[in-house]
């Protein structure tokens, strides 16, 4: 499922697969500092780098022990450079797996060893290995898989769509949405962390929009590459790892129910309702590490957009031409968690809105359902699904200014 | 350290079940027992929701006594009987998704390599012929090409049999099951010659009929993998219920299919010959390779 | 200064340095002070297949991501993107914004049918045609320096980035550190440095290939500025 074009990093150290000692030791010499410390007070520094190098520089910085990849455009840039910081000794294990639900079930295997694991895909390869990820909640893995967003349905292409999230939302992992080359640098590093404490132990997904942000350069304040989060500690979490080293030693972990009975399906409805309780617990830590789980700009605005991911940076460009050269004030509220969902904040923020627009990359307005459900009974604004644009497409602010602006002309 | 866990806190003695004093008094953890020793120790495996004589539960169940070392071991299975029988071990199982097993045990082996590299951890994949022949084939073979170093065990009664019946790739050509209401039509899988292409440093065919000699292969397949690298055994643990072997027969039908087609194999590789001599001198001396 | 913001669409064929060229043009806008995004978009690294790179620049923040649907410029470097239709933009010029600007790379006004003209016309676009290659052919003695005479023009075109901050981007580009590039790229830029024997020598005849379709901008009316520059 590898095809298209990889864009590689011509590297001025040797490449992949060569371990120079003064690497060895750098990555060696890397100390460790508390989150905190990480996300808000180490001095960063500006690079102009593209989302997959964001990525690439957050795993670096993260800690982690063990990495599997298997190649799929647009996430190869992501996964490849990883291997390079393995060859580095910033990450401890890492392969190439067979196939999606191979890396899938590899990452999950390693989570359960109690080691920190991180893996990427895109589009297909989430499909191939949904049937995994899908699992991941209720088996309480710490796990962050990085998603770089592309088309899945026919028309097969490498483009960027995120109609693969529609079902990835329903799972029990939590999910963010990055904007950008800096969300991802910030996000990707925060979902360790949040992934692994003791009330949440879930998988974290951070996705981005492919492409747009994987292979586009832009501005990221990073902290210096000699620091590192704190390793995973996994005896302080919500279930034990399969290491042995808990007892009791009767331990089936991932309890199959065995029949249909009364007895299974309470066992299913409680654990997963812990699961989504477990989903909502992270929203602490979301308020905490990420500056909460919306951004709202012109709160007070007649007309707000709500957009996750590039649709949020098409909506900026929109909001800014409706003022400078409209004269008008949009509103725009960033949806940085697409779960947990922003609810409550959904609802405090639009309960003066007229127009509500709900920009989007994909053909089946996954946010905009959400949305919808959020603010029924909360808010007389009328909700407008769209505009979306299919198969990988950008989304030119002049839709979105059609869309705010219905009586003017923007397209031609 | 596991033996240090498993032990109960004096002041909580009084509290703790029968069955759990008995696994830790009389149980199989810290020495290896034998199968001539059944019926004097607690063993790994008591009860299970099996069918009435089931061959697959005996496999089982002697498996767990060949374990060298049950209180570091990780059992890995997938939908099928086998699981039904291995969620109740009183190890760590892992029941993944359909056909996962391999994958997770690969990366499994490699996380606790990394965070125990002094203490060796064994993880042995159990799953049916479906899961591993079938639906977690291309993970089995990976694996095997990437030399993970884990146990597979192939529970082959040559039928899905937890679905109700249906032909899998080790079905027999001819057998006329369900999805193959015609007779199937193709060769049963050769699974020991893919596990040979893959240089598979040991690699066993057997059946239950021996009971010794069942747990003294489970143990050299985890000492070899542990050391050297992946090792498969693929023991015939027949359906009583889809084939329609009378409960009282089990055992004779695995000895007539052991004289017909389903002889007891063992391939070593000279690598894991010499590894064994090393730990074990006599016992590997003992050792017949009768590669077919 | 006011806020300056140009969104490019450059269409090419492989191996003629189109997203090499966004990259110095994007950098460039950087060095000197402003904000640039780049997409570049290729199907499959193949030499002479259809190559599109779309790049943001301006003086001011830029949000917005992806490939540009609605450019105020458009870049042709080769003839046949129109002629052939080996573009994954058609018409070339479509989704240009009124009053835009059409760079093509061409010695001769290309043959366009009747909707065409009309089209633009409407739009009123503005069509300019610079003898690229040629410029390349006679100053640096090679094809592939076609992609520098194309961000040379539009420095004097649009003004920004000016020439300083191009002249620095093609440095970083041949002589600095960290760029993402493709491995078709890199064999390519290989085969440059093997031509020129010094890197030095390659960067002193880009400039002058960058200053000559300057100059040749400037010369036909097309540049805001009027002044023509030395190397």
Same mark, same amino acid.
């Given at each position: ?412 | ?87 109740? %071990?009183? @190890? ?5 998704? $359909? =056909?996962? *097993?391999?994958?997770?045990? &690969? +990366? ?42 884990? %146990?597979? @065990? ?5 039928? $899905? =049999?937890? *679905?109700?019946?249906?032909? &899998? +790739? ?123 | ?231």
């Amino acid at each position: 499922m590898s095809e298209g074009a990889g864009v590689e990093v011509k590297s001025t150290s040797a490449g992949a697969g060569v371990v120079k000692d003064s690497e060895t030791s750098e990555a060696a010499g890397q100390k460790v500092v508390t989150p905190e410390y990480m996300f808000f007070e180490a001095p960063r520094e500006r690079a102009f780098i593209t989302g997959s190098e964001a990525a690439k520089e957050a795993i670096r910085r993260a800690n982690v022990d063990v990495a599997i990849s298997y190649p799929i455009t647009p996430q190869s840039e992501t996964m490849q450079q990883v291997g390079a910081l393995w060859a580095e000794g910033y990450v401890k294990e890492y392969y190439r797996g067979e196939e999606e639900i191979g890396v899938m079930s590899a990452i999950a295997g390693s989570s359960r060893a109690g080691a920190r694991s991180l893996t990427a895909t895109a589009g297909p390869g989430l499909m191939r290995g949904m049937e995994v990820v899908a699992s991941w909640p209720g088996g309480r893995m710490p796990i962050v898989l990085l998603i770089m967003c592309r088309v899945i349905n026919a028309p097969l292409s490498i483009q960027p769509d995120n109609a693969e999230l529609a079902y990835l939302i329903n799972t029990g992992n939590i999910v963010f949405h990055a904007e950008n080359q800096q969300d991802f640098f910030d996000y990707t590093l925060k979902a360790f962390i949040i992934s692994e404490r003791p009330e949440v132990t879930l998988p974290v997904a951070v996705a981005v929009d492919g492409f747009f942000v994987t292979h586009a350069r832009g501005y990221v304040m990073m902290p210096s590459k000699d620091i590192k989060l704190p390793p995973r500690d996994p005896y302080h979490e919500a279930v034990p790892v399969m290491d042995n080293e808990n007892p009791p030693a009767r331990l089936s972990r991932d309890a199959p129910i065995q029949k249909s009975n009364f007895i299974s399906y309470h066992v299913h409805a409680s654990w997963q309702q812990e699961v989504w309780a477990a989903v909502e617990r992270s929203r602490k830590y979301i308020d905490m590490y990420m500056g909460g789980l919306v951004e709202i700009v012109n709160p007070d605005a007649d007309t707000i957009v709500i957009a996750s991911g590039s649709a949020v940076s098409q909506s900026r460009e929109a909001v800014r031409q409706a003022e400078e050269d409209l004269g008008e004030r949009i509103g725009l509220i960033k949806v940085r968690s697409l779960r947990p969902f922003p609810t409550k904040e959904l609802r405090e923020a639009c309960k003066n809105a007229k127009r509500i627009i709900v920009p989007e990359f994909n053909c089946v307005g996954w946010l905009y359902r959400d949305v919808a459900a959020a603010l029924y009974g909360h808010s007389k604004a009328e909700i407008i699904p769209g505009p979306r644009v299919f198969g990988g497409i950008s989304l030119p602010t002049e839709m979105i200014l059609q869309y705010i602006f219905p009586d003017k002309k923007f397209i031609f | 350290m596991s033996m240090d866990n498993l032990k109960i806190s004096p002041a909580l003695e009084k509290y703790m079940t029968k069955e759990y004093r008995d696994l830790v008094e009389r149980g199989p953890y810290g020495k290896q027992k034998k199968v001539s020793e059944m019926g004097t120790f607690k063993e790994i495996i008591e009860e299970h929701p099996m069918c009435a004589g089931c061959a697959m539960t005996l496999f089982i169940r002697l498996t767990m006594i060949g374990l060298p070392n049950p209180e570091h071991t990780i059992l890995v299975g997938t939908a099928g009987c086998g699981r039904l029988a291995l969620s109740q %071990t009183s @190890i760590p199982f892992i029941y993944g998704n $359909y =056909g996962d *097993t391999n994958a997770v045990a &690969s +990366g499994l082996k490699r996380g606790l390599e990394m965070r125990f590299p002094e203490q060796p951890k064994d993880v042995v994949v159990m799953a049916g012929d479906g899961g591993l022949a079938d639906i977690g084939f291309s993970t089995v073979l990976h694996s095997w090409f990437r030399k993970e170093k884990f %146990t597979t @065990i192939m529970l082959d009664n040559e039928v $899905y =049999g937890n *679905t109700g019946g249906q032909e &899998s +790739g080790m079905t027999q050509r001819g057998a006329i099951l369900k999805m193959a209401p015609k007779g199937k039509k193709y060769e049963k899988m050769d699974m020991l010659g893919l596990a040979k292409t893959a240089n598979v440093p040991y690699i066993v065919r057997m059946t239950v009929t021996n009971p010794t000699r069942v747990a003294s292969v489970v143990r050299k397949a985890v000492l070899i993998a542990r050391e050297i690298g992946p090792t498969f055994i693929q023991a015939y643990t027949s359906c009583n219920i889809e084939y329609a072997i009378p409960t009282p027969k089990v055992i004779d039908d695995a000895k007539s299919l052991e004289a017909e087609r389903y002889g007891f194999q063992e391939f070593i590789s000279d690598e894991a010959k010499a590894f064994l001599e090393s730990i074990e001198p006599k016992k590997a001396k003992a050792t017949k390779s009768t590669e077919a | 200064m006011n806020k300056e913001r140009y969104n490019i669409r450059m269409a090419g064929i492989g191996g003629q340095g189109v997203v090499t060229a966004s990259h110095i043009l994007s950098n460039g806008m950087v060095i000197m002070g402003g904000e640039s995004t780049l997409v570049p978009f290729f199907g499959s690294e193949k030499r002479l297949a259809p190559v599109e790179s779309y790049v943001r620049i301006a003086n001011g923040k830029i949000y917005e991501i992806g490939e540009i649907i609605y450019p105020n410029l458009i870049m042709i470097f080769h003839p046949q993107v129109i002629t052939h239709g080996k573009s994954y933009t058609m018409p070339f010029y479509s989704g240009l914004k009124p009053n835009g600007v059409v760079l093509i790379n061409s010695e001769t006004p290309i043959h366009l049918v009747a909707d065409e003209e009309r089209e633009l016309m409407e739009r009123n676009a503005k069509v300019y045609y610079l003898p690229a290659t040629q410029l390349s052919r006679e100053i640096a003695d090679t094809d592939l320096a076609t992609n520098m005479a194309m961000v040379g023009a539009v420095s004097a075109i649009m003004g920004i980035p000016d020439l300083p901050s191009l002249e620095q981007s093609v440095k970083e580009r041949f002589l600095g550190k960290g760029f993402v590039v493709s491995g078709g790229t890199a064999a390519l830029d290989n085969v440059i440095e093997r031509k020129f024997a010094k890197k030095e020598q390659l960067l002193k005849k880009n400039m002058e290939v960058i200053v000559a379709a300057y100059n040749f901008a400037v010369e036909h009316g097309w540049a805001k500025v009027k002044e023509k520059v030395q190397v």
